[in-house]
T-cell receptor
Framework: KNQVEQSPQSLIILEGKNCTLQ??????????LRWYKQDTGRGPVSLTI?????NTKSNGRYTATLDADTKQSSLHITASQLSDSASYICVVSDRGSTLGRLYFGRGTQLTVWP | EPEVTQTPSHQVTQMGQEVILRCVPI?????FYWYRQILGQKVEFLVSFYNNEISEKSEIFDDQFSVERPDGSNFTLKIRSTKLEDSAMYFCASSERKNSYNEQFFGPGTRLTVL
């Protein structure tokens, strides 16, 4: 069964600190892995997308890694800001469907305190 | 920057009523999607749409649901007879073309409340 699991479920850090979020997946056949940021009551916004051949990708203070062998990914946030408070969702796309169906994790709820 | 828009932002309806959720995808995009997110749960795929027909649908997308692209800009999701469990946030997304990334851009969502 295609699944995406994320940890931790929630995380509180102080402004300026770094953090790392984890994602494990069983989606097969794998196409790509994305990290989205979702503010409360809003739609998900893409942070990074990685295909099978990419093992790291950065977008500003966000750095994602992918280990396709162990089916694990991480999202590292450096120098956190109050505006980073949101849910971070790991999403995996499969190659088995016509348009690459997306499978979502439950997200990690990040809270940044001043 | 172009974005996906959705209306209404919040829809309240009585159980058994029909609702239509509307989306305007990004103008040059060819692939369209609907997702839903029940409060506190993960986002779930409902349906994908390309070339005026459904490309794929999930087990959630039963006969009560339908999608349509009535003109060149709108993409709609219709729920024929709403149930309490249809209460959720519904997100529309669109993508430009199918490639290894097929990045999907999400709208802000419509919160559907069924009473």
């Amino acid at each position: 069964k295609n699944q995406v699991e994320q940890s931790p479920q929630s995380l509180i850090i102080l402004e300026g600190k770094n953090c790392t979020l984890q994602c494990n997946y069983t989606v097969s056949p794998f196409s790509n892995l994305r990290w989205y940021k979702q503010d409360t009551g809003r739609g998900p916004v893409s942070l990074t997308i990685m295909t099978f051949s990419e093992n790291t990708k950065s977008n500003g203070r966000y750095t994602a890694t992918l280990d396709a062998d162990t089916k694990q990914s991480s999202l590292h946030i450096t120098a956190s800001q109050l505006s980073d408070s949101a849910s971070y969702i790991c999403v995996v796309s499969d190659r088995g469907s016509t348009l690459g169906r997306l499978y979502f994790g439950r997200g990690t709820q990040l809270t940044v305190w001043p | 920057e172009p974005e996906v828009t959705q209306t209404p932002s919040h829809q309240v309806t009585q159980m058994g009523q029909e609702v239509i959720l509307r989306c305007v995808p990004i103008s040059n995009h060819l692939y369209f999607y609907w997702y839903r997110q029940i409060l506190g749960q993960k986002v779930e795929f409902l349906v994908s749409f390309y070339n005026n027909e459904i490309s794929e649908k999930s087990e959630i997308f039963d006969d009560q649901f339908s999608v349509e692209r009535p003109d060149g800009s709108n993409f709609t999701l219709k729920i024929r007879s709403t149930k309490l469990e249809d209460s959720a946030m519904y997100f529309c997304a669109s993508s430009e073309r199918k490639n290894s990334y097929n990045e999907q851009f999400f709208g802000p969502g419509t919160r559907l409340t069924v009473l």
